[in-house]
C-alpha cells in the first residue's frame, strides 16, 4: 500500500478532540491541499475560513443541527463557493476532501459537517461576514483526537459494478 492510499483508508471522522492547538504550518498545509483540488474550469470558487475563537465555534456549532461538537474543537473550517460558479458544489467538496486529508496525513481529526442545503448555511455565512456572493458548501472541524470510534464500512463488493449493474 502506498502513502496515498494508505492516508485515504486511515481517516476516519472524529468528533471528540483535544483542546490542543493545531500548529499554524499544519493549518496552511491542510488549505493548500484543499486550494489544489480539482476545480471545473479552474475557476477556484472557493473562499476558506478558519475559526479558532471559541465564542464564535461555540456559535457555530448552535447553528450546525449535526454539529454541535464544533464548540469543543480548537478549530473549524468553513468552505464557501461561489453561487454563481456553475460547479461550485462539486468544486468545493473535492476541496474539502482534500483539506481532510491534508489534515490526516498531519495526525489531525476531523469531521465533514454539511453547510449546502442547509437552513444555517446563510446564518453561518453572516456570522463570518462572508460576501453574500459566497453560500456555506461545508464546515470541519478539526483537532487531535480524544477518541476515535470507527464505524464498520461496507464490503466493496456490494458497492461497486463493473461495465452494468446486475441485480445478485
Known amino acids: 500500500m502506498n502513502v ?10 472524529v468528533r471528540k478532540f483535544k483542546p490542543t492547538a493545531i500548529e499554524d504550518t499544519v493549518i496552511h498545509d491542510a488549505i493548500e491541499c484543499a486550494v ?4 471545473a474550469a479552474n475557476l ?6 478558519t475559526i479558532r475563537k ?3 465555534l461555540a456559535q457555530i456549532a448552535e447553528l450546525a443541527d449535526n454539529g454541535k461538537f464544533i464548540a469543543d474543537a480548537p478549530l473549524c473550517f468553513a468552505i464557501f463557493g461561489e453561487r454563481t460558479a456553475k460547479y ?8 474539502t476532501e482534500n483539506l481532510i486529508l491534508g489534515l490526516h496525513a498531519h495526525g489531525v481529526g476531523s ?3 454539511a453547510g ?11 456570522l463570518l461576514n462572508v460576501p453574500e456572493k459566497y453560500t456555506l458548501v461545508s464546515l470541519v472541524p478539526a483537532g487531535l483526537p480524544a477518541d476515535i470510534s470507527i464505524a464498520p464500512k461496507k464490503e466493496t463488493k456490494h458497492l461497486v459494478f463493473h461495465e452494468t449493474f446486475k441485480k445478485d
Open 4 to 13: 496515498i492510499t494508505a492516508v485515504n483508508k486511515g481517516r476516519k471522522s
Open 36 to 39: 489544489h483540488a480539482p476545480t
Open 44 to 49: 477556484q470558487p472557493w473562499l476558506i475560513g
Open 54 to 56: 471559541k465564542e464564535m
Open 88 to 95: 461550485y458544489l462539486e468544486d468545493c467538496c473535492a476541496a
Open 111 to 113: 469531521c465533514w459537517v
Open 116 to 126: 449546502d442545503k442547509k437552513g444555517y448555511a446563510e446564518q453561518v455565512r453572516k
